[in-house]
């Protein structure tokens, strides 16, 4: 018995158990007075060494309490501490023994009581002092708990529960790197204690230090490597590092340990959503929810998945079911708005994303997407004071400031030089520390070689760009050009499909790290990558910043602006978008192709021009099929100017922003305020939109953001537009588009200019009815629709960039 209960007291020593070890110790003692191990720990732990036992102290009922203690009989152990301290109450021991077996049970405020009791008869023991701590915390006493943790470790400064109890007060209050120090502090003190190193990765998590959490998640599972919990927090960090393929790994350990750990299942489900198994992910979340019912966090992140498996009202509900579990947790609120936002259920989404932040008034993803929706709304500032809120709250703000720059195109009062300065900006928070990744390239310098382009967007699939980025594939001199897509999908859809058969390599990307990919582009020996995206969502600019490439191009196909990297060579454009002189609005090099810059190719199901609605109404219909950040305070009192101008005219206003009726209101409410009635605006959602357009005469571009493709259909269905030539380039959209058909006459440099051009078109309806009747034409004998000749001049364009690379020397 002696041996067994010597060998406890050694355990309960090594694991920091004083009170316990000091008690088994003396009662080994009682029971064996000549025993020299048990003697030489109590001189070890600073204690009285009684050669013989007195028998004024209960040494034999000190005895019982060890042992019940060490045989983890709570209920029998608080049954002889009570009556120890009934019997003795001035009994240290004794008091300090109940105290702590009330904190075990939960018993907090007796357990205080107790412990308080013990201190005023032993004011400097530590073990006591650390325990008040414990307890004035669960009783939601933090300030004093602090206090009681600080004075602990003044008697002891080598206390490692203390400093690691300590650690987790202040990591419940927020205050992290005050936890780290702490955290560290105990690992110090005693390295056998994993679950410092365990919380220590915990907080470098939260605090976005991702490499460092893996370390310590990888010390404490050095000392404990069938923890299951620790292989999943390890997980996490693996997943927020982009580390896909070894946090399944990790989460297959633990998995492999307790089959049925809830948050594994639902931490492998993220891992694998991100590597694109979406079907896999779908099962591992309902896995977690089979054995947690109440998991509000699996419910919302099944809510995400079945939003990228194109399941949006399943969605819903899966977010729905998350909150009613769990009202405050902001994510389901802004996913749920991010789904009712692609609804287009603007107004609706608005109210999610106001929950999201009144739950988490710090939530940078909630404030870049509600000021997302708000720009949608035309309401710049309030979008941009958003934006900018998120980017000083996120350990990594790039996809914040990415939309931040999105947004600024758009501004109506911001000049081209106060926006080109926020580009500066990102490129010296972002793109300036990536130039420690440059390397030389080594792509033999043959300046006629076939060569290797790589074209990167998260946009392989059906999304406007395909009535240009199609042709370029198809047309491409196969013999001259090897192709490869990088491409960024969340999902794929037919057109995808369309792309890949248009390629000789596909690599999908969602999953790699920037870095990841750039090696990737890299190790492809790609001679020319070209960006399609811009500041668009979804994009890879970070990728851009390694410079993978030799030569590095950013296409006006998708964005239209200059991204803000040096790292980029070239903005390929035509010398009407980008003019002579507006170089320095451009961190690029522009290359001018002769307008147009690229070629259109219309969407099939368009059917024919009609016959001028104006000639039956006997009125003229203005129209755009714009976005509503297209539509600011500038381009309302402009367009009501013209409807004031040509009498009983009407405006149709056609676009996805406006399939929300209350949305619809709010814009015709600032029509309200030029005095335009509401009966003369036609606001709201069709698609197609091509019998819209048959109800239009006149389209009405918008400044100072031109629209773009919505352009390109209104010719072709007959629809002049005017335009107005603003800040280069995204001002200078519909300009390029009316010069490559030879129609600069609509192209307007001012308000007034813009106004005078669309009243005169109203008032000629014989000669807008031969324009309608002609514009097609027009248009398919263009540049336009020259498809082989158009990329040709592109091909053109690559050649004389990667030879201009050949004979620079430079690397």
Known sequence: MNKSLLDQAHEHLMAGRREVAEALYRAVIAIDPDQAA???????????????????????????????????????????????????????????????????????????????GALALEPRDPEILNAIATALLRLGRGEDALGYYRRTLEVAPDHAEAHYNLGLALHEFGRLD????????????????????????????????????????????????????????????????????????????????????????????????????????????LDALRVRPDYADAYCNLGNVLDLLCKPLQAIDSYRRALALKPDLAEASLNLGNVLRDLDHLSEALVCYERALATRPDYPEALSNLGCLLQDLGDFDASI????????????????????????????????????????????????????????????????????????????????????????????????????????????????????????????????????????????????????????????????????????VSAWVGYGYTTGLSAIDYFLADEVLVPEGSEGLFSERPWRLAAPGRVYRPSAGMGAVNALPALERGAVTFGTLTRGVRINHRVVRVWSEILDRVPGSRLVIDSRTYADASVAERLAARFAAHGIARERLEIGYHSPPWDVLRGMDIGLDCFPHNSGTTLMESLYMGVPFVTLAARPSVGRIGATILAGIGRDAWIAPDEAGYVERAVALAADLAGLAAIRAGLRGEMEASAWRDEPGGIARIETAYRAMWQRWCGAGST
């Open 38 to 116: 048990a003697k030489a720990a109590l001189r070890q732990l600073g204690t009285v060494d009684p050669a013989v036992p007195d028998e004024q102290v209960p040494w034999r009922a000190r005895e019982a309490l060890a042992v019940r203690i060490g045989a983890a009989d709570l209920d029998g152990a608080e049954h002889e501490a009570r009556r120890l301290v009934a019997s003795h109450p001035r009994d240290v021991f004794a008091r300090k023994a109940l105290g702590l077996i009330l904190l075990r049970r939960r018993h907090h405020a007796e357990a205080l009581t107790v412990l308080e």
């Open 178 to 285: 005050e936890a780290l120090k702490c955290y560290v502090r105990a690992n110090a003190i005693d390295p056998e204690l994993p679950q410092a190193c365990n919380n220590a990765g915990n907080v470098c998590n939260q605090l976005g230090r991702l490499q460092q959490a893996i370390d310590w998640f990888s010390r404490a599972l050095a000392q404990d490597p069938r923890n299951a919990d620790v292989l999943n927090n390890l997980a996490s960090a693996q997943i927020r590092a982009c580390l896909f393929e070894a946090a399944l790994r990790t989460l297959e350990r633990a998995l492999a340990l307790v089959p049925d750990h809830a948050e594994a299942l639902n931490n492998r489900g993220n891992a694998l959503v991100e590597l694109g198994r979406l079907e896999a992910a779908q099962q591992s979340y």
């Open 385 to 552: 004071a958003a934006r900018e809120h998120a980017r000083t709250l996120s350990h990594d703000s790039f996809a914040a400031d990415s939309s931040l720059l999105f947004t600024l195109n758009y501004h109506p009062d911001r000049s081209a030089e106060e926006i080109r300065a926020a580009y500066r900006d990102y490129e010296r928070r972002y793109a300036v520390p990536a130039r420690g990744h440059w390397r030389a390239h080594t792509n033999t310098r043959d300046a006629e070689r076939r060569l290797r382009l790589g074209y990167v967007s998260p946009d392989f699939r059906s999304h406007v760009i395909r009535y240009m980025l199609e042709p370029l594939l198809e047309h491409h001199d196969r013999a001259r050009f090897e192709l490869h897509a990088y491409a960024e999908l969340t999902r794929e859809d037919a057109q995808t499909a369309r792309y890949r058969s248009l390629v000789d390599h596909w690599v999908p990307t969602r999953g790699l790290s920037d870095g990841e990919l750039a090696a990737r582009i890299r190790a492809d020996g790609i001679d020319i990558l070209v960006d399609l995206a811009g500041h668009t969502a979804g994009n890879r600019l970070g990728v851009f910043a390694y410079k993978p490439a030799p030569v590095s």
